[in-house]
C-alpha cells in the first residue's frame, strides 16, 4: 500500500497532510500547567533578574539624592547625577552578567546531567542566548540614560562652577565649554569611544546582518573585549567626588570661620544659603522654632573619588570568560585526524574524524576551524556520530550553504564525483588541518531524559536527532527514553538518503529485539509533484513511513497526546525558524488527555 492509500485508510499519527497543510494554531485555550512548565521557570527568573535592577537603579538613585556625602556635588549637579550614577549600577551589573552565557565550556559541563540533577534547572540553561541579547538591550538602553545624564552633569560641572569647592569641579573654571570636559578627560573620552563601540556592536548583531553576513557580526562582536578595556579605563577617571569629612563637616553647615558665634537665628541663615534639598538632619526654617541651634563646621569639606566599583561587578565574569577561552584555545590546538570525507546528495558532506581524548554527549556540537579555508573564521557543526567507548570515531554532517563551506568541501572532496561516492579511508590521503573546539551543550541532549521524546527536524536540522538514533543503535536500555517519536521534513527526496541506512539499521534492531514501538519514524517530503521514493530495496521500511506535504502539526501533538495520556513529553526542534515557533506554541496548548509537553528551545541561531 502506498504512503498515499495509507494516509486516506488507517491514519493513526497522521492525518494526511498533502491537501489540508494546517499552519495555524489560533484559537486554542494555552493550559497554565503547560505554560508553567515551559515558561513559568523563566518568567520566575526574569522577575527576579528584573526586580535586581530595579533595586540596584533605586538604592543608587535615592544614596545620591539624599547622602549627606553627596551633598555638594548635587547641589552642583542636581538630577542628573542620580541619573548617571543609578544608571552605571545598572550597567555594572549587566556589563557583568552579559559574559556567563557566553562560558560555553562552563554551560556544557553544568548541563552534564550528574551536575545539576533538575531537568527543569537544566532546561533554564537554553534560555542562555536569550538571557544574554536581554542583557545587551539592557546595556543599550542604560547606556543611553547615562549618556544623557553625563552630558548634563558636564553642563552643569561648566555653568555651577564654584570657587569654594575647587576639588569637587571638573571644569577647570566658570562656563568653560562642556565639551572639552567630554574630550579631554579619561572618563569623556573613554565613554565616547564606549558609545561608538556598542553602537557598531549593536547595528552588526542584527538580524539581517547575521544572516546576511555572519562574519561582520563576528568580528564586532569580538570588540566587546575593547569595550571592557575601556569600561575600567573609564570608571578610573574619578571626576565624581563624595565628601569624606560628614562628621566634621557636617553638609551645609555654617562656617565657623564666618559666624564664630553658635548661636544664631537659622531661618534666615538657611533661606539664604540653602535651594536645593536640605541635608539630613536639617527641617525647613519655617518649620523651626524662632532659635535653634545648627551644625557648625569644624573644619572644610574635603572630597574623594570613590574606588571603581565597577571592578568589582565585571572582574569575576571576565576573568572567567578569558579563563574558558584559554582553556578553549589550548583544548582545540592539536588538528583532529580525517579518517573518511563522504559525500552526499544535496550538497552534503560528511566529516569522520578522531581525536584523542575528545568525548562527547549525543545533541552536542563543535566548532571547525580550518586555516586553509579562513584563518579566522570558525562555524558551529552538530555532531552526527559520538566517540563511545568501543569506537573513537566522531562525525559531522555539513550542508554546503556558503563560501567557507563551499571552500571546505572543494578542499576535502576532489572536484570530479562529488555525488553519492563514499571514499574509502586512503592512508596517503592528505587533508588539510582541522581543528576542533568544544563539544558544547544544548537542549537535544535532554531528549533522552524524557520518557517519551517528539523529535522534529527540518531539512539538515536533522543532524542532532542523527547522533540520538547512533546512540540508540548502541543500546537504549541506559536510558530513560522509552518512545521516541521522530519527524524529518526535507524538500527533495534524495535528502532522506543522508541518514537513511542509519534509520534503516535502527528499525530492524528494534524488530530484532521486539521492541518496534520504541522508535516512530516519520518522513515528510514538503515539495514534490508526485509519489516519490527512497531509491533503493533496503529502504522498503522508510518509503512506507514517508508522506507527502507538510505535517498537520495540531494533529500530531493531539494522537500523541492521546497515546500518552498524563505523561510529559520531550518536544525538540531543529530547523528553519517558523516550525520552531509552530511548535513552542503549540506545546503550550492544552489537550483532554493530562499530556504535558515540554518544549525544548534550541538557544542558537
Ligand atoms: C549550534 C549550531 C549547529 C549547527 N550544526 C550544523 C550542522 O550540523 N550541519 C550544518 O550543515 N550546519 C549546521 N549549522 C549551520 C552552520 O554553522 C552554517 O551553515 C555555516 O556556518 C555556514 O557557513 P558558510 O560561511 O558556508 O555560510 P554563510 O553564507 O556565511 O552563512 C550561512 C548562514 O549560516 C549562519 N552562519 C554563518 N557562519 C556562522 C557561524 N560562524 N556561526 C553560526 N552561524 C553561522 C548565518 O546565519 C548565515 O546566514 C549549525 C549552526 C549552529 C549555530
Ligand atoms: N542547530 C543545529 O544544530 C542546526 C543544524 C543544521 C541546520 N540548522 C538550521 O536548520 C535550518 C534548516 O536548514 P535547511 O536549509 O536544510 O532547511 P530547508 O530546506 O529550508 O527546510 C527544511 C524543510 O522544513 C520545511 N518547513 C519549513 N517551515 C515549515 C513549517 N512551518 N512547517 C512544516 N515544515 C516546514 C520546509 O518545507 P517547505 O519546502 O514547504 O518550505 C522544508 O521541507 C537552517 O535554518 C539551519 O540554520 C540548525
Known amino acids: 500500500m502506498s504512503h498515499w492509500n495509507r494516509c486516506h485508510g488507517r491514519c493513526s499519527i497522521l492525518v494526511c497532510p498533502y491537501r489540508a497543510q494546517h499552519r495555524g494554531t489560533r484559537g486554542m485555550a ?18 527576579i533578574w528584573l526586580s535586581l535592577n530595579v533595586l540596584l537603579f533605586w538604592k543608587t538613585f535615592v544614596l545620591y539624592n539624599q547622602g549627606p556625602e553627596y551633598y555638594y556635588i548635587h547641589r552642583m549637579l542636581g538630577l542628573a547625577l542620580c541619573l548617571s550614577r543609578a544608571s552605571a549600577s545598572v550597567l555594572n551589573f549587566n556589563c557583568g552578567l552579559i559574559l556567563l552565557p557566553m562560558c560555553r565550556t562552563l554551560l556544557a559541563y553544568l548541563r552534564g546531567s550528574q551536575k545539576v540533577p533538575s531537568r527543569r534547572t537544566r532546561r533554564l540553561l537554553d534560555k542562555s542566548r536569550t538571557f544574554h541579547i536581554t542583557c545587551g538591550v539592557t546595556i543599550c538602553i542604560f547606556s543611553g540614560v547615562h549618556v544623557a545624564a ?54 552588526a548583531s542584527t538580524y539581517a546582518i547575521r544572516v546576511s553576513n555572519y562574519d561582520i557580526f563576528w568580528y564586532t562582536h569580538n570588540l566587546f573585549f575593547v569595550f571592557y578595556m575601556l569600561l575600567l579605563l573609564h570608571v578610573s577617571g574619578g571626576l565624581l567626588k563624595y565628601q569624606t569629612n560628614v562628621q566634621t563637616h557636617p553638609p551645609g553647615c555654617i562656617n565657623s570661620s564666618r559666624t564664630q558665634s553658635q548661636d544664631i537665628f537659622l531661618p534666615e541663615y538657611l533661606s539664604e544659603n540653602f535651594h536645593g534639598p536640605l541635608p539630613e538632619g536639617f527641617s525647613k526654617p519655617e518649620e523651626r ?38 582553556y578553549r584555545c589550548i583544548r582545540s590546538n592539536k588538528p583532529v585526524t580525517i579518517i573518511s570525507v563522504i559525500s552526499h546528495p544535496s550538497d552534503v558532506m560528511e566529516i569522520r574524524m578522531v581525536k584523542e581524548n575528545f568525548k562527547a554527549r549525543p545533541g552536542q556540537y563543535v566548532i571547525l576551524h580550518c586555516p586553509s579555508v579562513s584563518a579566522l573564521e570558525n562555524h558551529p557543526f552538530t555532531l552526527t556520530m559520538c566517540p563511545t567507548e568501543t569506537k573513537a570515531t566522531f562525525g559531522v554532517h555539513l550542508k554546503v550553504v556558503g563560501d567557507w563551506t563551499e571552500r571546505l568541501r572543494d578542499l576535502l572532496l576532489p572536484p570530479s564525483n562529488q555525488d553519492s561516492e563514499i571514499l574509502p579511508f586512503i592512508r596517503s590521503r592528505s587533508y588539510p588541518k582541522l581543528y576542533i573546539d568544544g563539544p558544547f551543550g544544548s537542549p537535544f541532549e535532554e531528549s533522552l531524559n524524557y520518557e517519551v521524546s517528539l523529535c522534529i527536524a527540518g531539512g539538515i536540522g536533522v543532524t542532532p536527532f542523527a547522533s540520538i538514533l547512533n546512540t540508540l543503535l548502541d543500546g537504549w536500555k541506559p536510558y530513560k527514553l522509552r518512545r521516541l517519536y521522530f519527524i524529518w521534513v526535507c524538500r527533495d527526496i534524495q535528502s532522506f538518503q543522508w541518514f537513511a541506512d542509519l534509520l534503516c539499521m535502527l528499525h530492524n534492531k528494534l524488530w530484532q529485539e521486539n521492541r518496534p514501538d520504541y522508535v516512530n519514524i516519520q518522513l515528510y517530503l514538503s515539495q514534490t509533484d508526485g509519489i516519490q521514493t527512497i531509491i ?14 507538510r505535517p498537520r502539526w495540531k494533529l500530531l501533538f493531539d494522537e500523541i497526546a492521546k497515546c500518552n495520556r498524563g505523561k510529559t513529553v520531550g518536544v525538540f526542534c531543529c530547523g528553519p525558524s517558523s516550525i520552531s515557533k509552530t511548535l513552542h506554541s503549540l506545546s503550550n496548548q492544552s489537550n483532554s488527555y493530562g499530556t504535558k509537553f515540554e518544549y525544548n528551545k534550541e538557544s542558537f541561531s
Open 150 to 203: 553625563h552630558l548634563v552633569n558636564a553642563l552643569n560641572f561648566s555653568v555651577n562652577y564654584s570657587e569654594d569647592f575647587i576639588e569637587l569641579n571638573a571644569a577647570r573654571y566658570q562656563n568653560e565649554d562642556p565639551r572639552k570636559l567630554l574630550f579631554t578627560t579619561v572618563p569623556g573620552l573613554t565613554g565616547v569611544c564606549m558609545v561608538l563601540v556598542l553602537f557598531l556592536m549593536v547595528t
Open 536 to 549: 533503493g530495496e533496503k529502504y522498503n521500511t522508510l518509503n512506507s513511513r514517508l508522506f507527502i506535504g
Open 30 to 47: 494555552v493550559s497554565w500547567r503547560s505554560w508553567l512548565a515551559n515558561e513559568g521557570v523563566k518568567h520566575l527568573c526574569l522577575v
Open 289 to 326: 522654632n524662632q532659635k535653634t541651634f545648627v551644625k557648625i563646621c569644624l573644619e572644610e569639606p574635603r572630597f574623594q573619588a570613590h574606588f571603581p566599583q565597577t571592578w568589582l561587578w565585571i572582574s569575576g565574569p571576565l576573568c572567567l570568560y578569558c579563563a574558558e577561552r584559554l
